[in-house]
């Protein structure tokens, strides 16, 4: 007790903190919790979700990278495939875990495939393991697979170094830039299945022979399971809307002259409602300023105004088609629903107004299209 | 002589006494009266600044020279090196300067006598800047403090000259500037000398240990610079500079962090080029010690910090490696820390070929071998070189120290450890006192008048004083 | 001077705005937007009223003016009620944090693993001078809040954010408010009542405040900011099912040319540094209330004991409120100890005046 007394006030005060701390680390169990070193872990760079059997509903295909020694120098794209029926994500997950002996790393899994069997079931119930995880990033797409998840996770092209990696070049912006491809984010998914007046549209990939794929047609879904496909045209006409595209290619082929296509640079978009109570209405208006892309003879740079009409014919009865096939099937991808409950103050009732109004809304559309050159040559 | 002015008595009188009040804090200021029969002569200079063996020869002599004490008046009148004061003010900077006056009893005169301190300067060895003064600190007091007087013609520069250290008496001189330091300071420090209790005491680090900011700390509160002109920019900032017998260093307190990474190159360069250089200096501090730890807890715990590329090659790389990612670190920062140490002690002859066996063929063996990962080269060579921004030594070596205890921590405790460990390190320093002055504290100045320490709070025990 | 009164107010809402989010954007989420207006006007008020009250007795923590005030029974209560709501002031988003932490640094963490952490490091620093404390707070602040900025206009150029979203949230503005978002929000800007210990170090100067208008509008900036962000990533409708709403805002954002690809991981550590000097700072304040209930003790050890003893006290019964209870009952009891917030503060400002009163007759009514 006598060395108690005899020390400095500083020394005594780090003594008792010393102490304390000691105290808290030691009960609370901590330090070295959790400590993988990073070649132990498998990173698992894209996941796959397949339609399973009546028991085992759910097919989860992971792929696994394998590192290298150095990346540089051999150019494999080396991977590893597993695959698990369960009743639960969750529950293959476990059991590859076990099957692998390493540990799963999803901290860098970027893409998700829900197979093509699975898009018509519930998406909420479907991507909840997702949602919930902490490690899934908020930011990973989310794609359909056709024709089932296994199969285009099983490509590995070519140029790919990483894998699973050109998957990511097709969907974020660091690759092509294409109109037929719609990126969904994981989040976004999350945001517009609980949004009352918007459903998500998620990109379908195809898996073609000889480590190949395509991504052209789009699903619309709802959280109820619906859904519908756009094809390639309608698919491209979403991206248009949404100004989502940077650069679009609009093929005219409407039979009233020759064929041609355009790029669009520049899209302009916006929509207002006419709401009249005996015949609502949405109006589209828009400018899409493009370059001649591919004609079959020559252009004069006068008769340009006539391939403006024709285009302007083109992409607003398109476009009219494509809204009308929507209404028609229930599906709302471009937030009109949204729109309406945010004009709307009433809060209990502006929902199933507008679910009322909805089937009966005509569509008008007024786009127009400026040839602002033919290209670089006439 | 032209321009000769005849000062009244009463006027000599006054000025003679001004310049005995300034000068009263310096002891190496030498007031002497020559009385030789029925004549009187009065020398006033700095013993420091002046060359003295020149006055003594040249003044003194003369005076009791029989051929020309009649006409020592018009001796001195004579002398080449004579200049004139214009004012009160100007004589005193003069003073401070090297000159010396002489009051002959008839009149002042004032001749320049100043001490050529170029020859024998040894070069800054330690602290070195591209462009800017070369010279350092030699092992004599004295001649120091002519250094520092010839850079700060300062008649409010005082000199207090004591001894440490009962059996050695080393000497000791204590500079600072009437004007601008703080007297409490000056107090406080110059209690601490007086109250070493020590036998012998050698040099400047002790010193610095004995006054007594905490020996057990990390963190160094006095600086250390063989640098002049440091001192001197030092000295127009308010603090207070020891010097000591045998060392050419000198000690600077009170301290604040920024002092440590201040090199005397900010101010001999552009602007955006020292704002530049300072930033960089900081931000070395910054990866040296996070850049291990940080490594650690990334690969370790988090791996999605990473892009894919790059935590997939990483995975590459240790993968032949056959000790987790924290010993392998710390096996090779501690193979980096013998390798400073013994390059310390290397003969001349030696020295290159150690640091090219030990650096390059070593590490890249290692490597081949499958004993570390490449990257972990990188890593400990970046460590090594940014430990070496830091211009003071003494912070650079509490870096080094430092960094290790992230490393405990991020290892122990993942990115949480790394954060916390460097938000108590912030704590830490901000805690901390130098000689009564905050350590850590940014944009300074405006509450000069708010109390940091339990001194000068006026004694109320439930604070701590600091930290540890 | 008095920028350090202006870094007591940026901490609280920075600190405060993760933890509070989560209640105003939750269950409780109809008519939160008139909450939090409400709140942005009583927060003003209280701002413009704390620093001229705090103003009438300089270089005074308000231990001084209620021991002055109160005779010794009433003044050590109120104390003591004060040194508990600070205390667990600064340990809700310890709590949260810690919580965070399992989940996004390291699911393996021990259950009071980051706590102990945290506390560490608390128990280190929190017997500073308090002066030493606000330039800790400073340098924290200087690194934080330009990420902080960054943050929020990244998210409101993300072209992911859906702008009707928002709209149909403000839609709602006319919703009745409730008092649980109300005394949420309000409590982000009671970081001026921490002047009841600070004002002993720092004396704000009401007169050179002129900016205060400027700080409050800048507050209200970000409480918007976090109000619609999340409402814009996650939907009107979706935003109540996300639990930890801030660093799920944070994982949307990509810096897709930086280094580090995921935001949230620059989140992270900054949301970890600013908990930390929120806490130390509001378990400082806590402690000094603390210090003064009792007479000041002659021996080092009694000193110690005194400081000490409650931080251990403190930090045991925050172990095994973590142990026992689980982070969703935590959140809910936080949630109702928010209400306290707005009595409290009127009951210091009650308090303030009474004291300031006979001082301003004396002195002839020249108060302020």
Not at chain 2, 192 to 213: F, H, K, N, Y
Not at chain 2, 356 to 383: D, Y
Request: a neutral charge; aromatic letters at 12%.
């Amino acid at each position: 007790m006598r060395f108690l007394r005899g020390l400095s006030p500083k020394t005594a005060e780090n003594l008792v903190k010393a102490l304390i701390v000691a105290a808290l680390l030691f009960f609370s169990d901590a330090g070295f919790n959790g400590y993988t070193d990073i070649e132990q872990r498998f990173f698992v760079l894209a996941m796959g979700i397949d339609k399973g059997t009546e028991e085992e509903p759910y097919e989860v295909t992971l792929k696994l990278s394998v590192p290298q020694p150095s990346l540089s120098s051999n150019n494999e794209n080396e991977y590893l495939l597993l695959s698990k029926r369960s009743r639960s994500i969750a529950g293959a997950v476990a059991f590859l875990k076990a099957k692998a002996g390493k540990e799963f790393d999803f901290g860098h899994m970027r893409i998700i495939f829900i197979g093509d069997g699975l898009a018509g079931e519930p998406w909420l119930k479907t991507l909840d393991w997702f949602f919930r995880r902490r490690d899934v990033q908020n930011v990973a797409y989310v794609a359909v697979a056709r024709p089932t998840a296994k199969e285009v996770l099983r490509l590995h092209p070519d140029y790919e170094r990483i894998p699973a990696n050109a998957f990511l070049l097709s969907f974020g912006s660091e690759g092509t830039e294409s109109p037929y491809i719609v990126s969904t984010y994981l989040f976004d998914m999350h945001r517009n299945l609980f949004e009352r007046g918007v459903d998500p549209v998620v990109s379908i990939v195809e898996a073609l022979g000889r480590n190949q794929y395509e991504i052209r047609d789009s699903y619309v879904v709802n959280e109820s399971g619906g859904k519908l496909e756009l094809n390639a045209v309608e698919t491209g006409l979403f991206n248009i809307f949404l100004m989502r595209s940077e650069r679009s290619t609009l093929v005219v082929d409407d039979g009233l002259g020759m064929p041609f296509a355009m790029t669009a640079d520049e899209i302009h978009l916006d929509y207002r409602f006419d709401m009249n109570p005996n015949r609502p209405a949405i109006v589209i208006r828009g400018d899409v300023y493009a370059q001649m892309e591919e004609a079959s003879e020559r252009v004069e740079p006068q008769r340009l105004a006539d391939f403006e009409r024709r285009a302007e014919r083109h992409i607003n009865e398109k476009m009219i088609q494509l809204l009308v096939k929507l209404q028609r099937n229930g599906f709302d991808p471009f937030g009109f629903g949204l729109r309406y409950r945010a004009a709307h103050m009433d809060q209990e009732s502006e929902w199933e107004e507008w679910r009322m109004i909805y089937p009966n809304v005509s569509f008008s559309s007024r786009i127009r299209v400026r040839l602002s050159g033919t290209g670089t040559i006439k | 002589m032209e321009g000769e002015v005849t000062v009244e008595t009463s006027v000599q009188a006054e000025w003679k006494r001004a310049i005995a009040e300034r000068f009263k804090d310096s002891e190496d200021f030498v007031y002497k009266q020559l009385k030789r029969g029925g004549e009187r002569a009065e020398i006033l200079f700095v013993r420091t600044a002046a060359d003295w063996q020149s006055v003594y020869e040249k003044l003194v002599l003369p005076f009791y020279d029989r051929n020309i004490a009649e006409h020592y008046e018009d001796y001195a009148a004579s002398l080449p090196n004579r200049v004139q004061p214009k004012n009160l003010g100007d004589a005193m900077e003069k003073l401070a300067e090297g000159h010396v006056m002489l009051d002959t009893g008839r009149d002042i005169h004032m001749f320049v006598f100043r001490n050529q301190p170029q020859k024998d300067i040894r070069e800054a060895a330690v602290e070195t800047v591209i462009q800017g003064p070369l010279l350092a600190f030699s092992a004599e007091v004295d001649k120091n403090i002519m250094l520092l007087r010839q850079r700060c013609y300062q008649p409010s520069l005082a000199v207090d000259l004591m001894t440490v250290g009962s059996r050695s008496k080393t000497h000791v001189a204590l500079l600072y500037d009437l004007e601008k330091a703080d007297p409490a300071t000056v107090a406080e420090i110059k209690r601490r000398i007086r109250e070493i209790r020590m036998p012998v005491v050698q040099a400047v680090g002790q010193l610095s240990m004995l006054l007594g900011e905490s020996p057990r700390s990390l963190i160094p509160r006095v600086l250390v610079t063989e640098r002049p002109d440091r001192a001197t920019l030092n000295l127009s900032q308010g603090k207070v500079v020891v010097l000591m017998e045998g060392t050419p260093f000198a000690l600077i307190a009170p301290t604040t962090l920024f002092d440590f990474f201040s090199s005397m190159e900010d101010i001999y360069q552009h602007y955006f080029i020292s704002r530049f250089l300072l930033i960089l200096r900081y931000f070395a501090v910054f990866i040296c010690l996070t850049l291990p730890a940080s490594y650690v807890a990334i690969t370790a715990y988090n791996p999605e910090v990473f892009r894919v590329e790059l935590a997939l090659s990483i995975a590459g790389n240790r993968f032949a490696v056959p000790y987790p990612a924290f010993l392998e670190v710390f096996v090779m920062m501690l193979a980096m820390e013998l390798l400073l140490e013994a390059s310390i002690r290397l003969p001349k002859a030696i020295g290159s070929a150690a640091t090219t066996v030990g650096g390059l063929i070593l590490g890249q063996a290692a490597t081949e071998a499958g004993l570390v990962s490449s990257i972990m080269i990188i890593i400990v060579a970046t460590v090594a070189i940014s430990n070496f921004v830091i211009p003071i030594n003494s912070m650079s070596f509490a870096v080094r120290v430092a960094k290790y205890g992230l490393l405990a921590g991020a290892t122990l405790f993942s990115l949480l450890g790394l954060a916390l460990g460097i938000a108590l390190m912030i704590g830490y320093l901000a805690s901390v006192d130098s000689f009564g002055q905050p350590f850590l504290k940014l944009f300074e100045n405006d509450d000069r008048h708010v109390k940091t320490t339990q001194h000068q709070a006026g004694g109320d025990v439930r604070h701590s004083e600091e930290v540890s | 001077m008095n920028r350090y009164f202006f870094y007591l107010v940026v901490l609280f809402f920075i600190a405060g705005t993760a933890v509070q989010q989560v209640v105003y954007l939750g269950a409780a989420y109809r008519g939160s937007l008139m909450s939090l207006l409400l709140a942005f006007a009583a927060g003003t008020l209280l701002l413009a009223a704390t620093v001229r009250m705090y103003a009438r007795f300089p270089r005074q923590g308000l231990p001084e003016i209620a021991n002055g005030l109160l005779p010794r029974p009433l003044a050590a209560p109120f104390l003591l009620a004060q040194t508990a709501l600070w205390f667990v002031t600064g340990a809700v988003p310890l709590l949260y944090i810690s919580e965070i932490s399992k989940r996004y640094i390291n699911p393996d963490y021990a259950t009071n693993e980051p706590l102990a952490l945290f506390l560490a490091v608390i128990v280190f620093l929190v017997n500073m001078p308090s002066v030493k404390l606000l330039y800790f707070l400073e340098i924290i602040l200087i690194f934080n809040v330009p990420l902080l900025v960054l943050l929020c206009f990244k998210s409101y150029f993300s072209d992911q954010l859906s702008s009707y979203s928002m709209l149909e949230a403000a839609s709602r503005i006319f919703e009745a408010p409730n008092y649980g978002a109300f005394s949420a929000a309000f409590m982000l800007f009671t970081g001026c009542t921490a002047l009841s210990v600070f004002n002993r170090s720092i004396a704000p100067d009401p007169a050179k405040m002129r900016y205060l208008p400027l700080l409050s509008f800048a507050c209200f900036l970000l409480v918007m900011t976090a109000y619609f962000i999340p409402i814009g990533m996650f939907g009107a409708d979706g935003v109540a099912q996300v639990n930890y709403v801030w660093f799920a805002v944070a994982d949307t954002l990509r810096m897709q040319y930086g280094f580090i690809d995921r935001v949230l991981f620059v989140v992270l550590p900054m949301n970890i540094l600013t908990t930390l000097a929120f806490a130390l700072t509001a378990w400082h304040v806590g402690l000094e209330h603390w210090k003064s209930v009792w007479p000041a003790p002659r021996t080092v050890w009694g000193n110690l004991s005194l400081v000490y003893l409650p931080l251990a006290a403190m930090s045991a019964f925050l172990f095994v409120l973590e142990n026992q209870l689980g982070f969703s009952r935590i959140a809910r009891y936080a949630n109702y100890w928010n209400l306290w917030h707005v009595p409290n503060v009127l009951i210091v400002l009650l308090l303030l005046w009474l004291a300031a009163r006979p001082a301003d007759r004396a002195a002839g009514g020249t108060g302020n």
